[in-house]
């Protein structure tokens, strides 16, 4: 089947500072990840699409320079949360295009920022 | 926005059926309809898709009309580790796009 690793699982970090999240294909080439976000008891919101090779795509309200997406092969992307505060706090998930299902998805990044 | 309407919440007895509705009144002709599940604080996995024909799988049947403008789940025989917040979600694909956009989802309980 497809894999999908996200790492870390869990971070905390204090506010004003960066923090990165990878999310990789192990067993597949995926051209193509999402960034979703997740509040408590809220359904998924999709925060970006990357392609390898090229610039990500932000859905309307997602600050870019906030959260910063590198998709630089195609096993690999990253988002990395920057200058964090306490409202960035929440469950990130990545997704990759390209498995046998379509899309699958990592197991996610619980941030914590104090 | 999500291209589907579920109901917030299911229940269903153990060794049941449960069935899970979806309304997708506005699909377009070659958009798929997935299906996904997520078990707390965990990613959400694959269960099943499918375009016009009803599907099965080891894991659910998809029952989808044959207008398509609303699809079933159905999990034959439900067990409590079947509790989890099913999405009903329509693939958005286009010359530009191809990505998925999740619903507010059922929140499904079995009990025993």
């Known amino acids: 089947g497809a894999v999908v690793s996200q790492h870390p699982s869990r971070v905390i970090c204090k506010s004003g500072t960066s923090v990165k999240i990878e999310c990789r294909s192990l067993d597949f080439q995926a051209t193509t990840m999402f960034w979703y976000r997740q509040f408590p008891k809220k359904s998924l919101m999709l925060m970006a699409t990357s392609n390898e090779g090229s610039k990500a795509t932000y859905e309307q309200g997602v600050e870019k320079d906030k959260f910063l997406i590198n998709h630089a092969s195609l096993t690999l992307s990253t988002l990395t949360v920057t200058s964090a505060h306490p409202e960035d706090s929440s469950f990130y998930i990545c997704?990759?295009?390209?498995?046998?299902?379509?899309?699958?998805f990592g197991s996610g990044t619980r941030l914590t920022v104090v | 926005d999500a291209k589907t309407t579920q109901p917030p919440s299911m229940d269903c007895a153990e060794g049941r059926a449960a069935n899970l509705p979806c309304n997708h009144s506005t699909i377009s002709g070659n958009e798929y309809v997935y299906w996904y599940r997520q078990i707390h604080s965990q990613g959400p996995q694959y269960i099943i898709h499918?375009?016009?024909n009803n599907e099965t799988n080891e894991m659910a049947s998809l029952i989808i009309t044959e207008d398509r403008k609303s699809s079933t789940l159905i999990l034959p025989h439900a067990t409590l580790r079947d509790t989890a917040v099913y999405y009903c979600i329509v693939r958005v694909a286009n010359y530009n796009t191809d990505k998925l956009i999740f619903g507010t989802g059922t929140r499904l309980q079995v009990f025993p």
């Open positions: 499918g375009l016009k």
């Open positions: 997704s990759a295009s390209g498995g046998p299902y379509g899309y699958t």
